[in-house]
C-alpha cells in the first residue's frame, strides 16, 4: 500500500465514524464486541489501533478486524478497505494559478469525489474550481471576510473535538501565503500578516491538541513572526502568551514556559490586552504544580488586577481571543484547587456555569479538576470515576492528559491497582 493509499484509508475511516456521531471510543468498544476471537485485545487496545489506523500510521490488514469494520459501519469490506487512490486528493501544487476551462472542470470533479466519500477538501481544489466566477468579479481581496473566517475558526475550536479543523486551517493557511505571495499595499500586507499569525496560532493549537507536538512547534513559530512583521502589538502579546499556556500542558520545561510569558509581558508594557491575563494565568497555574503557593496567589491577584482593566470587547469575546469571567474563573479554579484553597469548589461550579452551552474542552477540564479536588478531599473512588468519565466522552487533550498524570502521581499507593486507576492510565497512555 503506497503512502497515499495509507492516507486515504485513514482519511475514510475516520470520516465513515464522525459521520456517524460516535468518538474513538465508542467505535473501538463496537469493534472489539464484534470481534470474535476469544483472544482479543482489551478495549483500550483498541482505542490505540483505531487512533492508529485514523492517523494512518497502521492501516487495518488484519482480516479479524477488517470484517468488523465493515459490518460496524454496514458497508461492504472490498468497498471500505479498497486500495485506489482517490481522484479526490491532489497535491497543492498540481493545479495551476492559470489552470483553463479543463482545469477547471476537472478540480469540479475531484472536488465532488472529495465530497463523496467524506474526505478532506486537498488545498487549491476548492479555489480552482470558484476561479472562473472569481476571474469575472476581478478576484477582489476581503481582509474583513478573512478576518470573519478567523474569529469563526477562533469561537468554534472551543465547541468541537479536537483536531476538527486541521484540514480546513492547513488549507487557508496556504491559501494566505500565496495570497501574500502577491504585491500588495503595505495595509493590506500589514492584514494579511493578522490573518496568517491568527491562522497559524489556532492550527499550532490543533496540530497540539491531536499530538503532533513538531507540528504545532513550527506553527507556533510562523505565526509569532507573523504577528510580530504585522506589527500589531496586542496579537504579539496573545500569541506569546497562548503558546506558553499550551507549553504548560504539553510539559515543556519552566524556563520555556517563562521564558514566553517574560516576552509577552514586554511586549504588553502594561497596556490590557487579551494576551496579558494568560501571561498571569499560566505563570499561576505553574507555580501552583510545583508548590509555590506564594507566587501562584500573587500572580492570581494580578490577574485580578489586569482583569478589571481589560476592556470589554475581550472581556465580551466568547472565542479563544477573548478572556471572559468564564475563563477567570476556570483559572482560579486551577490554581485554588491545587494549593488547596475552599475557594476551588466554587470557582468550579461557577465556570461550568458561565461556559455557554455546547462548550467541549474548557467544561471537560473542569469536571477533571473537580476530580483533582475530589482526590485531595481523599475521595478517590468518586475522582477516579469521574476522571475516567471524562476521558471516556472526550478525545484526550494536552490539557486533560497533564490532569490525569497529576491525579496518577497524587493516588495513594494502594489506589493504583483500583480498576479505575488502570483505566485512567491506560486512557491516558493511549496515543
Same mark, same amino acid.
Given at each position: 500500500?503506497?503512502?497515499?493509499?495509507?492516507?486515504?484509508?485513514? !482519511?475514510?475511516?475516520?470520516?465513515?465514524?464522525? #459521520?456517524?456521531?460516535?468518538?474513538?471510543?465508542?467505535?473501538?468498544?463496537?469493534?472489539?464486541? $464484534?470481534? =470474535?476471537?476469544?483472544?482479543?485485545?482489551?478495549?483500550?487496545?483498541?482505542?490505540?489501533?483505531? #487512533?492508529?489506523?485514523?492517523?494512518? *500510521?497502521? !492501516?487495518?490488514?488484519?482480516?479479524?478486524?477488517?470484517?468488523?469494520?465493515?459490518?460496524?459501519?454496514?458497508?461492504?469490506?472490498?468497498?471500505?478497505?479498497?486500495?485506489?487512490?482517490?481522484?479526490?486528493?491532489?497535491?497543492?501544487?498540481? %493545479?495551476?494559478?492559470?489552470?483553463?476551462?479543463?482545469?477547471?472542470?476537472?478540480?469540479?470533479?475531484?472536488?465532488?469525489?472529495?465530497?463523496?466519500?467524506?474526505?478532506?477538501?486537498?488545498?487549491?481544489?476548492?479555489? $480552482?474550481?470558484?476561479?472562473? %466566477?472569481?476571474?469575472?468579479?476581478?478576484?477582489?481581496?476581503?481582509?474583513?471576510?478573512?478576518?470573519?473566517?478567523?474569529?469563526?475558526?477562533?469561537?468554534?475550536?472551543?465547541?468541537?473535538?479536537? +483536531?476538527?479543523?486541521?484540514?480546513? @486551517?492547513?488549507?487557508?493557511?496556504?491559501?494566505?501565503?500565496?495570497?501574500?505571495?502577491?504585491?500588495?499595499?503595505?495595509? !493590506?500586507?500589514? +492584514?494579511?500578516?493578522?490573518?496568517?499569525?491568527?491562522?497559524?496560532?489556532? @492550527?499550532?493549537?490543533?496540530?497540539?491538541?491531536?499530538?503532533?507536538?513538531?507540528?504545532?512547534?513550527?506553527?507556533?513559530?510562523?505565526?509569532?513572526?507573523? /504577528?510580530? /512583521?504585522?506589527?500589531?502589538?496586542?496579537?504579539?502579546?496573545?500569541?506569546?502568551?497562548? =503558546?506558553?499556556?499550551?507549553?504548560?500542558?504539553?510539559?515543556?520545561?519552566?524556563?520555556?514556559?517563562?521564558?514566553?510569558?517574560?516576552?509577552?509581558?514586554? %511586549?504588553?508594557?502594561? *497596556?490590557?490586552?487579551?494576551?496579558?491575563?494568560?501571561?498571569?494565568? $499560566?505563570?499561576?497555574?505553574?507555580?501552583?504544580?510545583?508548590?509555590?503557593?506564594?507566587?501562584?496567589?500573587?500572580?492570581?491577584?494580578?490577574?485580578?488586577?489586569?482583569?478589571?482593566?481589560?476592556?470589554?470587547?475581550?472581556?465580551?469575546?466568547?472565542?479563544?481571543?477573548?478572556?471572559?469571567?468564564?475563563?477567570?474563573?476556570?483559572?482560579?479554579?486551577?490554581?485554588?484547587?491545587?494549593?488547596?484553597?475552599?475557594? +476551588?469548589?466554587?470557582?468550579?461550579?461557577?465556570?461550568? /456555569?458561565?461556559?455557554?452551552?455546547?462548550?467541549?474542552?474548557?467544561?471537560?477540564?473542569?469536571?477533571?479538576?473537580?476530580?483533582?479536588?475530589?482526590?485531595?478531599?481523599?475521595?478517590?473512588?468518586?475522582?477516579?470515576?469521574?476522571?475516567?468519565?471524562?476521558?471516556?466522552?472526550?478525545?484526550?487533550?494536552?490539557?486533560?492528559?497533564?490532569?490525569?498524570?497529576?491525579?496518577?502521581?497524587?493516588?495513594?499507593?494502594?489506589?493504583?491497582?483500583?480498576?479505575?486507576?488502570?483505566?485512567?492510565?491506560?486512557? $491516558?497512555?493511549?496515543?
Amino acid at each position: 500500500m503506497t503512502t497515499e493509499q495509507r492516507r486515504m484509508q485513514a !482519511v475514510r475511516l475516520r470520516a465513515e465514524r464522525e #459521520k456517524r456521531g460516535w468518538g474513538q471510543r465508542t467505535l473501538a468498544r463496537l469493534l472489539r464486541d $464484534t470481534v =470474535e476471537d476469544q483472544q482479543k485485545p482489551e478495549l483500550p487496545s483498541f482505542v490505540t489501533y483505531v #487512533k492508529r489506523w485514523e492517523a494512518g *500510521k497502521a !492501516v487495518v490488514s488484519d482480516p479479524r478486524y477488517r470484517a468488523p469494520y465493515a459490518a460496524v459501519f454496514g458497508i461492504k469490506e472490498d468497498e471500505l478497505f479498497k486500495e485506489e487512490t482517490s481522484p479526490g486528493t491532489v497535491d497543492a501544487d498540481v %493545479i495551476p494559478e492559470d489552470a483553463g476551462d479543463d482545469m477547471r472542470r476537472r478540480a469540479a470533479l475531484q472536488l465532488l469525489a472529495a465530497l463523496g466519500a467524506g474526505a478532506a477538501i486537498p488545498p487549491a481544489v476548492l479555489e $480552482t474550481a470558484l476561479a472562473g %466566477i472569481e476571474d469575472a468579479l476581478g478576484n477582489p481581496l476581503d481582509l474583513d471576510e478573512w478576518e470573519r473566517t478567523v474569529r469563526e475558526y477562533a469561537y468554534l475550536i472551543n465547541r468541537t473535538p479536537v +483536531g476538527t479543523y486541521l484540514g480546513d @486551517l492547513t488549507a487557508d493557511v496556504i491559501t494566505i501565503g500565496r495570497l501574500l505571495d502577491q504585491e500588495r499595499s503595505e495595509a !493590506v500586507r500589514a +492584514g494579511l500578516l493578522r490573518i496568517s499569525a491568527g491562522l497559524s496560532a489556532l @492550527l499550532a493549537i490543533e496540530l497540539g491538541d491531536v499530538g503532533n507536538r513538531r507540528g504545532a512547534r513550527l506553527a507556533w513559530g510562523t505565526a509569532r513572526r507573523a /504577528a510580530d /512583521a504585522s506589527g500589531d502589538q496586542g496579537l504579539r502579546v496573545w500569541v506569546r502568551a497562548r =503558546e506558553a499556556e499550551e507549553a504548560l500542558w504539553t510539559g515543556a520545561p519552566p524556563a520555556d514556559i517563562l521564558a514566553l510569558t517574560a516576552e509577552a509581558a514586554a %511586549i504588553a508594557d502594561g *497596556k490590557p490586552c487579551s494576551g496579558l491575563p494568560r501571561v498571569h494565568a $499560566t505563570r499561576a497555574c505553574l507555580a501552583a504544580e510545583n508548590g509555590d503557593r506564594t507566587t501562584a496567589h500573587r500572580e492570581m491577584a494580578a490577574l485580578g488586577d489586569v482583569f478589571e482593566h481589560l476592556p470589554d470587547t475581550v472581556t465580551s469575546d466568547p472565542s479563544t481571543f477573548g478572556w471572559g469571567p468564564s475563563r477567570l474563573r476556570w483559572n482560579e479554579a486551577y490554581v485554588y484547587t491545587l494549593t488547596g484553597d475552599e475557594r +476551588g469548589k466554587a470557582a468550579v461550579d461557577e465556570a461550568i /456555569a458561565l461556559y455557554p452551552p455546547g462548550t467541549l474542552g474548557p467544561v471537560a477540564n473542569l469536571h477533571m479538576i473537580r476530580a483533582m479536588g475530589l482526590l485531595q478531599d481523599r475521595e478517590i473512588d468518586a475522582a477516579l470515576d469521574a476522571s475516567v468519565t471524562t476521558l471516556q466522552r472526550l478525545p484526550i487533550s494536552p490539557a486533560r492528559r497533564h490532569m490525569s498524570n497529576q491525579i496518577l502521581r497524587a493516588l495513594p499507593d494502594k489506589a493504583h491497582e483500583l480498576p479505575a486507576a488502570r483505566e485512567l492510565r491506560a486512557l $491516558t497512555t493511549a496515543v
